[in-house]
């Protein structure tokens, strides 16, 4: 079994592979104050509720890949392999590790860790030229070539950092759910903040792909867009470019990462 865990700013997502097949998954909150040996309880109490794992942490898994937006949370997780899987092989995304992507940016070590595993995935499942968009904390737009290389992206506000500044920026505004409501034109407060929201992004990510994707190919009916993150399902039936939705393309790009790399190790 093949552990991966993706760190983003917001939530930390987990994943369970069987060869190449997802067969467990945990969302969990991102903490940077929890220290590795709170990380290592959570651990064991989530994956101690898996029929193909042990009840001792460790037990049953192979290999454990980790990427992570957070770096204090990086260091954490990195005392975890250390202590607790110590004879699991553990692939760390960072500087050096190999993924088979080429990054074409002017700095390529200010790119996410994240954002270059989802464009390992992207390439590995659609080829390119492709544009993924991920709708976490941030919304990113991140384009790989025909040839499979990272060329850029885009880093727009991500929605439930949006629904937060209405509500504390706008007097007579609160936090809402982010639910489509029933109509476009809201008959309510809610509403009326839940449209601009859900058919605001919706626009957000029509205009935005459509502008690299004229970019990136002299076809732009050639570029698949693939939609990844926990709230790209809000949005997904309001968007016109949006081709495939692969809820966990990051930790598919994780999966492939380890397996590029642990023959190295």
Same mark, same amino acid.
């Given at each position: ?26 969302? $969990? ?18 994956? !101690? ?8 942490? !460790? ?35 960072e500087p050096g590790v190999k993924t088979g992507v080429p990054i074409l940016t002017d700095n390529p070590k200010e790119v996410g860790a994240d954002r ?16 993924? *968009? ?9 384009? *790989? ?9 885009? $880093? ?46 919706? !626009? ?62």
């Open positions: 079994m093949l552990l991966t865990i993706d760190v983003g700013n917001t939530h930390t997502v987990l994943g369970l592979f069987d060869g190449d097949d997802i067969v467990e998954h945990w969302r $969990i909150s991102t903490d940077a104050r929890r220290t590795a040996d709170e990380l290592a309880v959570l651990l064991q109490g989530l994956m !101690g509720m898996h029929p193909l794992l042990g009840d001792e942490l !460790g037990d049953g898994i192979d290999g454990i890949a980790i990427c992570a937006t957070v770096p204090s949370v990086l260091h954490e997780l990195r005392e975890v392999t250390r202590r607790y899987y110590g004879d699991v092989p553990a692939v760390l995304v270059i595993i989802n464009a390992v995935a992207a390439v590995e499942l659609y080829g390119g030229p492709a544009i993924v *968009v991920d709708f976490g904390t941030a919304t990113t737009f991140d384009a *790989v070539s025909a040839r499979g290389e990272y060329v850029g992206g885009v $880093i727009a506000p991500g929605i439930e950092i949006s629904v937060e500044a209405l509500g504390v920026r706008g007097a007579q505004l609160r936090k809402i759910e982010v639910a489509r409501p029933r109509s476009v034109i809201g008959k309510n407060t809610v509403e009326a903040m839940q449209s601009g929201i859900i058919y605001g992004f919706a !626009g957000q990510v029509d205009g935005v792909v459509s502008r690299m994707a004229r970019e990136l190919a002299e076809d732009p009916d050639d570029v698949t867009v693939i939609a990844t993150g926990g709230l790209a399902p809000m949005v997904l039936g309001e968007s016109s470019v949006i081709d495939e939705h692969e809820p966990w393309l990051t930790l598919v790009g994780l999966r492939l990462v380890y397996e590029r790399n642990v023959s190295r190790m």
